[in-house]
């Protein structure tokens, strides 16, 4: 597509329930990163993947984390027994290859998720 | 761990009047990149700077980064009231990873 895609742009759920959240990224882009967002606060690094594998998860909070992207394309950030502290923009962000740092990072438009 | 830290948090600027942000990284950085964010949107990329000393300008914007690869500034002349979002600094700290850690921010509010 044009730019990175996420959904959903906004998700409310009760607190113990589990949420996932999808990312297609710009075609052709390899890497694909998830970053957390909170008000007032720099984008947090999750988690990024070089094709299908993560080549670094170190940014995943705990166990309750965890991100999927099997055919190297289309990934899913899954958050287990949400919690309210879970509450924030969910960014996901492509480039086109990751051979080395400096490459351009696309933004999508974030996944809101707010917790209650 | 790796931190990137920038000042001031919040500025608020008279049209016309110029901006400093200024960015500091507890580690060497392999190179820096800048980020404008308008209020309720996504980050979008400005510029990437890799060589020490390095600076380069975009139009009223004019980026540096320190000798020592540690910190960056970001200067914009003569401020307009588009120019309002929070300004972010990201740096990748070497090796093979393509981790990009950012910056606290800058929120930039320019009155008219």
């Known amino acids: 597509g044009a730019g990175v895609s996420q959904t959903p742009s906004n998700k409310v759920t009760e607190k113990g329930k589990y949420v996932e959240l999808r990312c297609d990224p710009i075609?052709?882009?390899?890497?694909l990163y998830w970053y957390r967002q909170s008000l007032g606060q720099g984008p947090e690094f999750l988690i990024y993947?070089?094709?299908?594998?993560?080549?670094?998860d170190s940014g995943l909070p705990n166990d309750r984390f965890f991100a999927v992207r099997p055919e190297g394309s289309v990934s899913t950030l899954k958050i287990q027994r949400t919690e309210r502290g879970d509450s924030a923009v969910y960014l996901c962000?492509?480039?086109?290859?990751?051979?080395?740092?400096?490459?351009?990072?696309?933004f999508g438009e974030g996944s809101w998720l707010t917790v209650v | 761990g790796q931190q990137v830290m920038q000042i001031p948090q919040y500025q608020h600027v008279q049209e016309g009047e110029d901006f400093t942000t200024y960015c500091n990284s507890s580690?060497?950085?392999?190179?820096i990149q800048w980020y404008k964010q308008r209020p309720g949107g996504h980050p979008v990329f400005l510029i990437q700077?890799?060589?020490?000393?390095e600076v380069k300008k975009q139009k009223r914007l004019t980026f540096q980064f320190g000798e020592a690869k540690k910190n960056s500034s970001l200067h914009i002349t003569a401020t307009q009231t588009t120019d309002v979002g929070t300004y972010f600094c990201?740096?990748?700290?070497?090796?093979?990873?393509?981790?990009?850690?950012f910056g606290t921010g800058t929120l930039l509010a320019v009155q008219p």
């Open positions: 962000a492509s480039s086109l290859s990751a051979g080395g740092p400096g490459n351009t990072i696309y």
């Open positions: 075609s052709g882009h390899t890497a």
């Open positions: 993947f070089q094709g299908t594998g993560a080549a670094d």
């Open positions: 580690t060497t950085l392999s190179n």
């Open positions: 700077l890799v060589k020490s000393g």
């Open positions: 990201a740096g990748h700290h070497g090796g093979a990873t393509n981790k990009l850690i």
